[in-house]
């Protein structure tokens, strides 16, 4: 298995760029389950999940084709990734490949609307809570599905002419279950509004994308989405927008670390609670029109008190780097967890670096201690991984990160990303 070895100490000074956004690629590409025409996306992040996502595609009957080959200029480009769903060959979404990756479960919706029937297996559990799927199904329901679970699969069938549209309102913002209901949406009879519906800029590079192929949604971004059923969708050419997890995670490394980089490609506004908390903690920040700049010269860093929260509060996915970056600054921090119950599983492995992080319920009290030192480490989920190689990075001496495939699935190029910065990591294989 691949191991990631650090040695810290190094400031980070240069350029990253930054890539298409994972949890944009993926409904993207599961989108072009809606129409029998070519969906062609642009810069789509070279990521494990987007390798997966392309097999469960082509399980369908997707053809999918990559355009072009990588030039060695621009090493770190994005993918075009050409989706043909000209026949969707099967409904099903089998249990080996739906428990490997959650938003894989996402198919339902466009299977659904297009097909009128799907089978998909439940995701089942995961590292880091029990993430259940209710929204979804009830969601599907009032749009007129039948949905009936049997020997762990959810099989799902449309009324006869289709889904129809209707009110869905959730009880609690989902970001996978508003971008299910709204592709749904878009092929269903009618209107449907969807209340309390997440409003993460997922949503809405989702929403242009949909409409560019021919739906008419209104409300994307903001808590109430509608939508016009129309009776087909056609192709459409799409760029994925840029990640703005990995814009914070490179943020908040060059805040642990110390330097000066231009995070190539990256917005702000994307992420503006994340960068008032390192600005408050005396992290310079400034916008470019090449992307954004993130410097920390000299002073040290003011502790922070930050809640999690669904957008635009401070991402969830975004909890555990900032908790590495605490470990260094100066006072006490706190950081409550409001959005998944289990998803401090890098407290220990932050522990085992040096850090003093005090957990009850979901906050977690992090005491700022002058240096952390390295250790071998286990990444358990794909953002506590990340958060031991910030760690790692500002940490003397040595450190190793176990069981990197996590990281894979969502940060593309991660060491080439920070070596060119002047840091000392590389990935140690078999
Ligand atoms: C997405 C992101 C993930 C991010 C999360 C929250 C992708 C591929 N993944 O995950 O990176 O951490 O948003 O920003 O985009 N819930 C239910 N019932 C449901 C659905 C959700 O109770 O049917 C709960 C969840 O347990 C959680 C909360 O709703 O407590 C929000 O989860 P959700 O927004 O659905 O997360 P994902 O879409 O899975």
């Not at 080996?96 to 297996?121: C, H, N, Q, T, Y």
């Not at 992290?283 to 929260?309: C, F, I, K, Q, S």
């Not at 522990?351 to 009290?365: N, Q």
Request: some cysteine; proline content about 4%.
């Amino acid at each position: 298995m691949d191991r990631i070895r650090i040695v810290g100490g190094a400031r980070l000074n240069g350029r990253i760029p930054i890539s298409g956004a994972k949890n944009a690629a993926l409904p993207l590409m599961i989108a072009s389950l809606l129409t029998a025409e070519t969906l062609t996306l642009d810069n789509v992040p070279r990521l494990a999940d987007v390798t997966l996502l392309k097999r469960i595609l082509g399980n369908h009957g997707v053809d999918v084709a990559v355009a072009g080959k990588r030039a060695e200029q621009d090493a770190f480009a994005g993918e075009t990734v050409k989706l043909t769903a000209g026949e969707i060959v099967d409904t099903l979404a089998p249990y080996d490949l739906v428990s490997r990756m959650r938003a894989s479960f996402w198919v339902i919706g466009p299977l659904l609307a297009r097909m009128g029937e799907a089978k998909v297996s439940l995701p089942g559990g995961c590292a880091i809570g029990t993430r259940p799927v209710d929204f979804f199904l009830d969601g599907l329901k009032a749009l007129g599905a039948t949905i009936e679970i049997e020997a762990g699969y959810v099989i799902a069938q449309a009324p006869a002419g289709g889904l129809k549209g209707a009110r869905v309102s959730f009880p609690k913002a989902s970001v996978g279950a508003t971008h299910v209901i709204l592709m749904a949406a878009t092929l269903a009879e009618g209107e449907t509004v969807i209340e309390n519906a997440a409003r993460e800029p997922e949503i809405v590079d989702l929403a242009d994308c949909l409409t560019k192929m021919g739906a008419k949604i209104e409300g994307a971004g903001t808590s109430t989405i509608r939508v016009q059923g129309v009776a087909r969708l056609h192709g459409a050419r799409h760029s994925v927008l840029p990640d703005r997890i990995e814009t914070g995670t490179y943020a908040i490394a060059v805040a642990m670390t110390g330097g000066e980089v231009l995070l190539e490609g990256a917005r702000r506004d994307l992420l503006d609670a994340a960068f008032d908390v390192l600005v408050e903690a005396g992290v310079e920040v400034e916008t470019t029109n090449e992307g954004v700049r993130v410097a920390r010269n000299g002073h040290g860093l003011a502790p922070m008190n930050v809640v999690t929260a669904p957008y635009p509060g401070f991402p969830t996915d975004l909890q555990a780097q900032l908790m590495a970056l605490a470990a260094r600054a100066g006072g006490s921090s706190s950081i409550t967890e409001t959005i998944f119950e289990n998803r401090f599983m890098h407290v220990q492995e932050l522990v085992r670096l040096g850090a003093k992080i005090h957990l009850e319920g979901d906050v977690a009290t992090i005491e700022g201690v002058d240096k952390l030192t390295g250790a071998p480490v286990m990444a358990t989920d794909l953002r506590a991984s990340v958060s031991l190689v910030i760690a790692g990075l500002a940490a003397e001496g040595e450190t190793i990160v176990n069981r990197v495939y996590h990281l894979d699935r969502g940060f593309e190029r991660l060491e080439a990303k920070l070596s060119q910065c002047g840091a000392t990591i590389e990935r140690l294989t078999g």
